[in-house]
C-alpha cells in the first residue's frame, strides 16, 4: 500500500492528532433512504390536507362567511306606517294622525364624542355603569344646547335613553317632542348641516274633539315593537304608537297597518353607515267607521258634565233595529280609564221593576188588570219594606203602579212570582252575562242572584227579604248602564237579546251573530207594560226626561250602593223612543257624592236622557 504523500494536506496528521474516518467514504446505512421518504410523504400528505382545508374554508364556506357578514354589518329597519283614522257614523273624523315636529339626536354620530366621555371620566362608580352614564352627559348637553336655542330647559330620561339605545339605537332619540312653528325654525336656523341635532317630522294620533269619546277612542302609547326576523337578516325593532285601550287596543290589527322597511348598514358599534337601500314604504291602516254620532256622543257628555256636583256615572245610547251604540260615555276618568260602563256595576233600583212585572205577567201569577194594595209599605218576614210614598197609593194595576213607581206592588208581585221566576227573566234578558261589546275589559262580574247562589256563596238561606229586594232591583243584583241599554232595547222589539257594536253596521240584526230571541208575551199583556212605561215619562214621575214631539217609554230608578263612607245613591233612567217604533234606546246610572244625599233618577239622570234623545231626534224626525 502506497505511503501517504507528505505534501497532500488532507494526508497530513498533527502529531499525536487520532484521525477521524472520513463519513463521505463511509457506506451508507441501508435503513437510511426509505426513512427519508417515508418522511417526505407524509410531509406531502400533511400538505395536501392543509391546502384541501385552506380551500373548504375559504372556498367551501364562502356563502356562510358572506351570509355572516351581511348578518354583522347589514340590518333591517321598520318604519311605522301611520294608524289608520277612526271616524263616526257620519264619516267625521274622531281619531286620527296629524305631522308633529320634534328636536331629535343621531346617536350614531355621538359615538366619539360618547368614547371621549367615558375616557376622561374620573375613577369611581360602576365600572358597569359607566358607559350608560357617559351616554347620558353627552346626550345631556346636546338637549342643554337645544333647549338654550329655543328657550325650553329640559332633563333627559336616563332610563327612556338607555331603552333607545339598547333596543332602537339606528332611530334618532328625541330630545323635544312637539315644537311650536317658532321653536322649530329658530333651531332649524342653529344646526349646522352636519350637526347631530335635528328637527324631524313625525306622525302622533290627534284627536280633533279634544276628550269626546275617549272612554271608547282609549288611547296609544309609543314604545319598542318587536318584529319576527327574516332569514338571514337582522330585524331590528322600531318604535311606534301601539293601542293601550279601548277601540285603540281591540282593532289594533286593522289601525297599526303595515309597517315599511329598509336594509341598513351598521358600524361596529351598530350604528348606520351610509344610505338605506332596498326600502318598501309603509302602509297606512285602514280607517274604521264607528257607530257612534257625534251631536249625540257631545250631548251625552255635556250633560253628565252639568249633572249637579259632577257626579261619576256613565251612559248609552243604542240603535234598536241594529244594536249599534249611537253613545257611550264614563265620567270621570280622564284619558279612558275605568269606563263605568261596561265596567262599573250597579244594583239596577226600580229600573228592574219591568222585568219582575215580566216574570209575573209571563207565569201566570199577574193580570194587567189585577190591581194591588199599597199602604205605604209591607211586612215581610217580621221585617217592614217601606214604599218611597209613605201615605200610600192605595189600590193600583200594572199601569198606574209603573207610572207611579209603587215599590210595594212590585214587592207583591215579586212574592207571587217568586225568586226563581225573577231571575229566570234577568237572565232572559242576559243581564247575568256579558253584553259581547267589542270593547276590551268588560267586566264579567255582574250577578242574577237566586237561592243557590246564596247558599253555595256560603251566605245563608235565601228569604222572602231577599225576594222583596231582588223585586225592586236592589239586594245582590248587579249589572252594568251597557246591560241595562241593551236590555231596553231588547224589550222596545219585543225580544230579549241584543248584541251591541261600535262598529257601522247598516241592516245587522241586533243580535248579532246569535238568532233572535223573542220575547214571548201575549200583545194585551206588553201593551199594558209599556203604555205604563210610557205614563212614567207622560204623566208620572219621569217627567224631566220629555222631548217636545216624540213619545217616550221610561222608568226611574233609585238604588243603594255601599261604599266606604256609608250608602250612597245612584239614579238611573232607562228609556226607548219613539214609543210605537222604537229607533233608539237609552240608560243611565249617576252615583250621589255623599252618603245621605238626596240622588234620585227622576231628578238627576232623566234631565240627562232628555238631552240624548233630544240630540237625536234634533238631527231625524221621529218616524
Same mark, same amino acid.
Request: charged share 25%; proline share 8%.
Given at each position: 500500500?502506497?505511503?501517504?504523500?507528505?505534501?497532500?494536506?488532507?494526508?497530513?496528521?498533527?502529531p499525536?492528532?487520532?484521525?477521524?474516518?472520513?463519513a463521505?467514504?463511509?457506506?451508507?446505512?441501508?435503513?437510511?433512504?426509505?426513512?427519508?421518504?417515508?418522511?417526505?410523504?407524509a410531509v406531502?400528505g400533511?400538505?395536501?390536507?392543509?391546502?384541501?382545508?385552506l380551500?373548504?374554508?375559504?372556498?367551501? =364556506?364562502?356563502?356562510?362567511?358572506? %351570509? $355572516?357578514? &351581511?348578518? #354583522?354589518?347589514?340590518?333591517? @329597519?321598520?318604519?311605522? +306606517? *301611520? /294608524?289608520?283614522?277612526?271616524?263616526?257614523r257620519?264619516?267625521?273624523?274622531?281619531?286620527?294622525?296629524?305631522?308633529?315636529?320634534d328636536?331629535?339626536?343621531?346617536?350614531g354620530?355621538?359615538?366619539?364624542?360618547?368614547?371621549?366621555e367615558l375616557?376622561?371620566?374620573?375613577?369611581?362608580?360602576?365600572?358597569?355603569a359607566?358607559?350608560?352614564?357617559?351616554?347620558?352627559?353627552?346626550?345631556?348637553?346636546?338637549?342643554d344646547?337645544?333647549g338654550?336655542v329655543?328657550d325650553?330647559?329640559?332633563?333627559v330620561?336616563?332610563a =327612556?335613553?338607555?331603552?333607545h339605545? %339598547? $333596543?332602537? &339605537?339606528? #332611530?334618532p332619540?328625541?330630545? @323635544?317632542?312637539?315644537? +311650536? *312653528? /317658532?321653536?322649530?325654525?329658530?333651531l332649524?336656523?342653529?344646526?349646522?348641516?352636519?350637526?347631530?341635532?335635528?328637527?324631524?317630522?313625525?306622525?302622533?294620533?290627534?284627536?280633533?274633539?279634544?276628550?269626546?269619546?275617549?272612554?271608547?277612542l282609549?288611547?296609544?302609547?309609543?314604545?319598542?315593537?318587536?318584529?319576527?326576523?327574516r332569514?338571514?337578516?337582522?330585524t331590528?325593532?322600531?318604535?311606534?304608537d301601539?293601542?293601550?285601550?279601548?277601540?285603540?287596543?281591540?282593532?289594533?290589527p286593522?289601525?297599526?297597518?303595515?309597517?315599511?322597511?329598509?336594509?341598513?348598514?351598521?358600524?361596529?358599534?351598530?350604528?348606520?353607515?351610509?344610505?338605506?337601500?332596498?326600502?318598501?314604504?309603509?302602509?297606512?291602516?285602514?280607517?274604521?267607521?264607528?257607530?257612534?254620532?257625534?251631536?249625540?256622543q257631545?250631548?251625552?257628555?255635556?250633560?253628565?258634565?252639568?249633572?249637579?256636583?259632577?257626579?261619576?256615572?256613565?251612559?248609552v245610547?243604542?240603535?234598536v233595529?241594529?244594536?249599534?251604540?249611537?253613545?257611550?260615555?264614563?265620567?270621570?276618568?280622564?284619558?279612558?280609564?275605568?269606563?263605568?260602563?261596561?265596567?262599573?256595576?250597579?244594583?239596577?233600583g226600580?229600573?228592574?221593576?219591568?222585568?219582575?212585572?215580566?216574570?209575573?205577567?209571563?207565569?201566570?201569577?199577574l193580570?194587567?188588570?189585577?190591581?194591588?194594595?199599597?199602604?205605604?209599605?209591607?211586612?215581610?218576614?217580621?221585617?217592614?219594606?217601606?214604599?218611597?210614598?209613605?201615605?200610600?197609593?192605595?189600590?193600583?194595576?200594572?199601569r198606574?203602579?209603573?207610572?207611579?213607581?209603587?215599590?210595594?206592588y212590585?214587592?207583591?208581585?215579586g212574592?207571587?212570582?217568586?225568586?226563581?221566576?225573577?231571575?229566570?227573566?234577568?237572565?232572559?234578558f242576559?243581564?247575568g252575562e256579558?253584553?259581547?261589546i267589542?270593547?276590551?275589559?268588560?267586566?264579567?262580574?255582574m250577578?242574577?242572584?237566586?237561592?243557590?247562589?246564596?247558599?253555595?256563596?256560603?251566605?245563608?238561606?235565601?228569604?222572602?227579604?231577599?225576594?222583596?229586594?231582588?223585586?225592586?232591583?236592589?239586594?245582590?243584583l248587579?249589572?252594568?248602564?251597557?246591560?241595562?241599554?241593551?236590555?231596553v232595547?231588547?224589550?222596545?222589539?219585543?225580544?230579549?237579546l241584543?248584541?251591541?257594536?261600535?262598529r257601522?253596521?247598516?241592516?245587522?240584526?241586533?243580535?248579532?251573530?246569535?238568532?233572535?230571541?223573542?220575547?214571548g208575551?201575549?200583545d194585551?199583556?206588553?201593551?199594558?207594560?209599556?203604555?205604563?212605561?210610557?205614563d212614567?215619562?207622560?204623566?208620572?214621575?219621569?217627567?224631566s226626561?220629555?222631548?217636545?214631539?216624540?213619545?217616550?217609554?221610561?222608568?226611574?230608578?233609585?238604588?243603594?250602593?255601599?261604599?266606604?263612607e256609608?250608602?250612597?245613591?245612584?239614579?238611573?233612567?232607562v228609556?226607548?223612543?219613539?214609543?210605537?217604533?222604537?229607533?233608539?234606546?237609552?240608560?243611565?246610572?249617576?252615583?250621589?257624592?255623599?252618603?245621605?244625599?238626596?240622588f234620585?233618577g227622576?231628578?238627576?239622570?232623566?234631565?240627562?236622557?232628555?238631552e240624548?234623545?233630544?240630540?237625536?231626534?234634533?238631527?231625524?224626525?221621529?218616524?
Open positions: 500500500m502506497p505511503s501517504p504523500s507528505p505534501n497532500d494536506p488532507d494526508q497530513r496528521a498533527c499525536g492528532e487520532t484521525r477521524l474516518p472520513d463521505a467514504a463511509d457506506p451508507p446505512d441501508p435503513a437510511t433512504g426509505p426513512r427519508l421518504r417515508r418522511l417526505w410523504r406531502q400533511l400538505l395536501v390536507l392543509l391546502l384541501a382545508a380551500a373548504y374554508w375559504q372556498l367551501g =364556506r364562502a356563502g356562510e362567511y358572506e %351570509a $355572516r357578514d &351581511r348578518r #354583522q354589518s347589514l340590518r333591517r @329597519v321598520m318604519i311605522p +306606517a *301611520p /294608524r289608520g283614522e277612526i271616524r263616526d257620519d264619516g267625521r273624523v274622531l281619531a286620527g294622525n296629524r305631522s308633529r315636529i328636536a331629535v339626536v343621531d346617536l354620530m355621538l359615538r366619539g364624542a360618547f368614547a371621549r375616557a376622561a371620566a374620573p375613577p369611581g362608580g360602576s365600572v358597569a359607566a358607559p350608560a352614564r357617559a351616554r347620558l352627559a353627552v346626550v345631556q348637553r346636546e338637549l344646547r337645544v338654550a329655543i325650553r330647559p329640559g332633563r330620561d336616563a =327612556r335613553l338607555e331603552r339605545f %339598547a $333596543r332602537a &339605537r339606528t #332611530q332619540f328625541v330630545l @323635544v317632542e312637539d315644537l +311650536a *312653528p /317658532r321653536e322649530a325654525e329658530r332649524a336656523a342653529a344646526l349646522a348641516a352636519a350637526d347631530p341635532v335635528r328637527v324631524a317630522a313625525t306622525h302622533r294620533r290627534f284627536l280633533p274633539h279634544g276628550r269626546t269619546a275617549e272612554h271608547v282609549g288611547r296609544v302609547r309609543t314604545e319598542t315593537i318587536r318584529t319576527p326576523a332569514p338571514g337578516l337582522v331590528l325593532n322600531y318604535t311606534g301601539v293601542g293601550e285601550s279601548g277601540l285603540e287596543r281591540a282593532l289594533e286593522v289601525l297599526r297597518g303595515r309597517p315599511g322597511e329598509a336594509t341598513i348598514r351598521v358600524d361596529a358599534w351598530g350604528f348606520p353607515v351610509g344610505e338605506p337601500f332596498e326600502r318598501r314604504e309603509p302602509e297606512p291602516g285602514a280607517a274604521v267607521t264607528l257607530s257612534l254620532d257625534l251631536e249625540v257631545v250631548a251625552t257628555e255635556r250633560a253628565l258634565d252639568a249633572t249637579a256636583g259632577g257626579p261619576r256615572g256613565a251612559a245610547a243604542l240603535a233595529e241594529t244594536g249599534e251604540v249611537l253613545a257611550l260615555a264614563s265620567r270621570p276618568e280622564p284619558g279612558g280609564g275605568f269606563n263605568r260602563a261596561t265596567q262599573g256595576l250597579y244594583a239596577p226600580s229600573v228592574f221593576k219591568p222585568f219582575t212585572l215580566l216574570a209575573g205577567l209571563r207565569g201566570g201569577t193580570q194587567p188588570q189585577m190591581e194591588r194594595e199599597c199602604g205605604g209599605s209591607l211586612e215581610v218576614g217580621g221585617r217592614r219594606f217601606a214604599c218611597h210614598h209613605a201615605a200610600g197609593h192605595g189600590a193600583l194595576a200594572l198606574h203602579a209603573l207610572a207611579r213607581s209603587c215599590n210595594v212590585a214587592y207583591r208581585v212574592l207571587a212570582a217568586g225568586p226563581e221566576a225573577l231571575a229566570s227573566e234577568a237572565r232572559r242576559h243581564l256579558p253584553t259581547g267589542d270593547l276590551p275589559f268588560e267586566t264579567r262580574r250577578l242574577v242572584p237566586d237561592p243557590a247562589w246564596k247558599e253555595a256563596a256560603g251566605r245563608g238561606r235565601w228569604t222572602a227579604g231577599d225576594t222583596v229586594n231582588l223585586a225592586i232591583g236592589q239586594g245582590f248587579r249589572c252594568s248602564p251597557l246591560q241595562l241599554a241593551c236590555a232595547a231588547s224589550l222596545a222589539r219585543r225580544e230579549t241584543t248584541v251591541p257594536t261600535l257601522r253596521s247598516p241592516g245587522r240584526r241586533p243580535s248579532g251573530e246569535r238568532p233572535a230571541e223573542p220575547l208575551l201575549a194585551a199583556d206588553y201593551a199594558a207594560l209599556i203604555a205604563g212605561l210610557q212614567v215619562v207622560r204623566i208620572g214621575i219621569g217627567q226626561a220629555q222631548v217636545p214631539g216624540v213619545s217616550i217609554a221610561g222608568k226611574t230608578g233609585t238604588a243603594q250602593v255601599e261604599g266606604a256609608g250608602m250612597t245613591n245612584v239614579a238611573w233612567f228609556a226607548f223612543a219613539p214609543v210605537d217604533r222604537p229607533e233608539v234606546a237609552v240608560a243611565v246610572a249617576l252615583e250621589g257624592g255623599r252618603p245621605g244625599e238626596e234620585a227622576a231628578e238627576q239622570a232623566a234631565p240627562v236622557v232628555r240624548m234623545l233630544a240630540a237625536y231626534f234634533g238631527k231625524r224626525a221621529p218616524r
